[in-house]
């Protein structure tokens, strides 16, 4: 029997979120909130994100509501600093990646084609909204291995 996308796309999404924070665990502690300048961003601020996103997209996926209108940003973002540890961002994503593994899952291979407008602003499919956090964590991921080989630890995590 061959795999559905939406099972696919699930489990690539909850390995890349185990991966992130299996690089994430390996950071020195006083690396966490490290940034290379004051236009990037640290570890900890990507890990929050993406620990909050996952619910964001399991509501799209639901058929919910989600504004991402200046205020809702900033309230959201005040949220999620709130969430000061790897182990607090890793609670929190856990919790969020089952509910958006039960929304991926369950979404319907009928509307996957169908057009939606994403938070971003873009024109998207719901196939598209599927791979959202995938994209997202695995980005993410890339950074805080890239700042990993910067402060000289080449390990694979």
């Given at each position: ?90 609670k ?30 873009s ?34 995590h």
């Amino acid at each position: 029997m061959q795999m559905r996308l939406q099972d696919y796309v699930a489990n690539l999404t909850e390995s890349a979120t185990a991966t992130l924070f299996r690089n994430a665990y390996a950071i020195p502690p006083e690396k966490l909130t490290w940034t290379q300048c004051e236009q990037t961003r640290s570890a900890l601020d990507q890990l929050q994100e993406c620990s909050q996103t996952a619910l964001v997209i399991s509501k799209i996926l639901r058929g919910e509501s989600v504004e991402m209108s200046p205020r809702n940003f900033i309230k959201a973002k005040r949220e999620r600093e709130g969430w000061t540890t790897i182990e607090m961002c890793e609670k929190h994503a856990v919790t969020h990646t089952l509910e958006l593994l039960e929304s991926i899952r369950n979404f319907p291979e009928s509307r996957l084609e169908e057009r939606t407008i994403a938070p971003w602003g873009s024109e998207v499919t719901f196939g598209e909204i599927l791979i959202a956090q995938y994209w997202n964590v695995v980005w993410h991921t890339g950074q805080i291995a890239y700042m990993q080989r910067i402060w000289g630890d080449k390990a694979m995590h």
